[in-house]
């Protein structure tokens, strides 16, 4: 059935697009450039606006967002009866398939609500007894998202409910099959490539490099080959209505936009076999392993390209991994595998820990703040100079002045 059937994918409505905390500035970049209206910057969400058609685009192109989260209605709830009879009368016969199935997922504040398992049982009960009344069937539920994902906010007397059109985080690209110690995910690694401004021109060089993670988003970005089209399914392919010819015509669009080819290239290293052995496989899966070189040995014997590039490595912070006296060592080490081995390249390191960063013993050029689970983090960017100092700021000087 066509969407003309069902009006709401053609409502305007807010859309809340979230990411992890640190990156909101590259998200909002993101749906600006898909020419979206950024309507409010928060520490970890874009409130943007547009149809329930419009979150297809939305889920389909974004790298840094978690969840696209479309506002289907808002009232006042002072408690959980008030909650259940609101959410009971909206239309969602209209909106969700009574022999399907339905996840709540819920943010709540409200001092009648000890635990959120509660307003997600009311809220589900509202939904599911209509749809019995009605249709004389009523959807199964359950944890999983990976069908219809309807979202509650509740805050004090204000309530909201969000149909999350991405189901799963937009971060599960789907390449990622092998499990390694303390993996990035997708969207952080995403953003911190674009911190380092790659654009597919020269090398990008990523020294333990991990299952693959960063190498394979800076494939993607440089290859301009939309995230979505990695996944099958969102949740938005279970709502009512769903238009599944835009949808087609959408990932058309966007596999027509990629590239083939990209004038840089891209190497990862890593000591661990098992690690390569990963990044080999996620790159198969991506469908970007022709432009990935992987090798097993020590990041100072990773063979670096003779033209200017990007170089970062994720080291261990000592949280999760390794020994703190020992990765002094470490990082003291590539302190001086930048400083002899990089002369000309932006070198970067991003890293939980920064008293293990003050032993790299280099100059900083810029210090980025991310989150990665929870952890503080630093994108650190380094002075790779050629020649003496004095000579590399002169010629900083000379292209500043000419630019």
Same mark, same amino acid.
């Given at each position: 059935?066509?969407?003309?059937?069902?009006?709401?994918?053609?409502?305007?409505?807010?859309?809340?697009?979230?990411?992890?905390?640190?990156?909101?500035?590259?998200?909002?970049?993101?749906?600006?450039?898909?020419?979206?209206?950024?309507?409010?910057?928060?520490?970890?969400?874009?409130?943007?606006?547009?149809?329930?058609?419009?979150?297809?685009?939305?889920?389909?192109?974004?790298?840094?967002?978690?969840?696209?989260?479309y506002l289907l209605a808002?009232?006042?709830?002072?408690?959980?009866?008030?909650?259940?009879?609101?959410?009971?009368?909206?239309?969602?016969?209209?909106?969700?398939?009574?022999?399907?199935?339905?996840?709540?997922?819920?943010?709540?504040?409200?001092?009648?609500?000890?635990?959120?398992?509660?307003?997600?049982?009311?809220?589900?009960?509202?939904?599911?007894?209509?749809?019995?009344?009605?249709?004389?069937?009523?959807?199964?539920?359950?944890?999983?998202?990976?069908?219809?994902?309807?979202?509650?906010?509740?805050?004090?007397?204000?309530?909201?409910?969000?149909?999350?059109?991405?189901?799963?985080?937009?971060?599960?690209?789907?390449?990622?099959?092998?499990?390694?110690?303390?993996?990035?995910?997708?969207?952080?690694?995403?953003?911190?490539?674009?911190?380092?401004?790659?654009?597919?021109?020269?090398?990008?060089?990523?020294?333990?490099?991990?299952?693959?993670?960063?190498?394979?988003?800076?494939?993607?970005?440089?290859?301009?080959?939309?995230?979505?089209?990695?996944?099958?399914?969102?949740?938005?392919?279970?709502?009512?209505?769903?238009?599944?010819?835009?949808?087609?015509?959408?990932?058309?669009?966007?596999?027509?936009?990629?590239?083939?080819?990209?004038?840089?290239?891209?190497?990862?290293?890593?000591?661990?076999?098992?690690?390569?052995?990963?990044?080999?496989?996620?790159?198969?899966?991506?469908?970007?392993?022709?432009?990935?070189?992987?090798?097993?040995?020590?990041?100072?014997?990773?063979?670096?390209?003779?033209?200017?590039?990007? +170089?970062?490595? &994720?080291?261990?912070?000592?949280? $999760? #991994?390794?020994?703190?006296?020992?990765? =002094?060592? /470490? *990082?003291?080490?590539?302190?001086?595998?930048?400083?002899?081995?990089?002369?000309?390249?932006?070198?970067?390191?991003?890293?939980?820990?920064?008293e293990l960063a003050k032993?790299?013993?280099?100059?900083?050029?810029?210090?980025? +703040?991310?989150? &990665?689970?929870?952890?503080?983090? $630093? #994108?650190?960017?380094?002075?790779?100079? =050629?020649? /003496? *100092?004095?000579?590399?700021?002169t010629g900083t000087e000379?292209?500043?002045?000419?630019?």
């Open positions: 059935m066509s969407p003309r059937h069902f009006p709401l994918w053609r409502k305007s409505s807010r859309i809340l697009v979230t990411c992890p905390k640190g990156i909101a500035s590259y998200l909002k970049k993101e749906i600006e450039s898909l020419g979206f209206p950024v309507e409010l910057e928060r520490e970890a969400a874009i409130l943007t606006s547009g149809t329930l058609g419009d979150t297809l685009r939305l889920n389909l192109s974004l790298r840094t967002g978690h969840r696209v989260l808002e009232g006042e709830a002072n408690g959980p009866d008030d909650l259940y009879r609101w959410i009971h009368g909206l239309s969602w016969e209209n909106i969700l398939h009574e022999d399907g199935y339905l996840c709540i997922t819920s943010t709540v504040d409200h001092p009648s609500i000890r635990d959120t398992r509660f307003a997600n049982q009311k809220c589900k009960d509202a939904i599911v007894d209509r749809l019995q009344r009605i249709c004389g069937r009523r959807p199964d539920s359950g944890p999983a998202r990976d069908r219809a994902v309807v979202h509650l906010f509740w805050k004090g007397q204000r309530a909201q409910l969000y149909l999350d059109t991405s189901g799963e985080p937009l971060s599960r690209r789907g390449y990622r099959k092998i499990p390694v110690k303390a993996p990035m995910q997708e969207t952080l690694a995403a953003a911190i490539v674009l911190a380092t401004g790659w654009n597919g021109q020269g090398p990008f060089v990523n020294p333990m490099c991990g299952s693959g993670t960063i190498a394979i988003e800076a494939a993607l970005i440089a290859l301009n080959r939309a995230p979505g089209l990695l996944r099958s399914n969102f949740g938005f392919r279970h709502l009512k209505g769903f238009p599944a010819p835009v949808w087609k015509e959408l990932r058309k669009k966007a596999q027509e936009k990629a590239v083939r080819h990209f004038p840089g290239q891209i190497i990862a290293t890593d000591m661990d076999r098992r690690a390569i052995a990963a990044a080999e496989q996620n790159a198969a899966n991506a469908g970007v392993q022709n432009w990935i070189r992987l090798a097993v040995c020590d990041y100072s014997e990773t063979d670096i390209p003779p033209e200017q590039g990007i +170089l970062i490595m &994720n080291p261990p912070y000592g949280e $999760r #991994l390794g020994n703190v006296k020992k990765l =002094e060592r /470490t *990082y003291a080490g590539m302190g001086n595998f930048l400083k002899t081995s990089c002369a000309g390249y932006r070198g970067f390191i991003f890293t939980g820990n920064v032993k790299v013993g280099l100059k900083t050029r810029r210090r980025m +703040l991310f989150f &990665n689970s929870g952890i503080e983090c $630093r #994108l650190l960017e380094y002075e790779l100079y =050629e020649g /003496t *100092y004095k000579d590399w700021k000379q292209e500043k002045a000419t630019s």
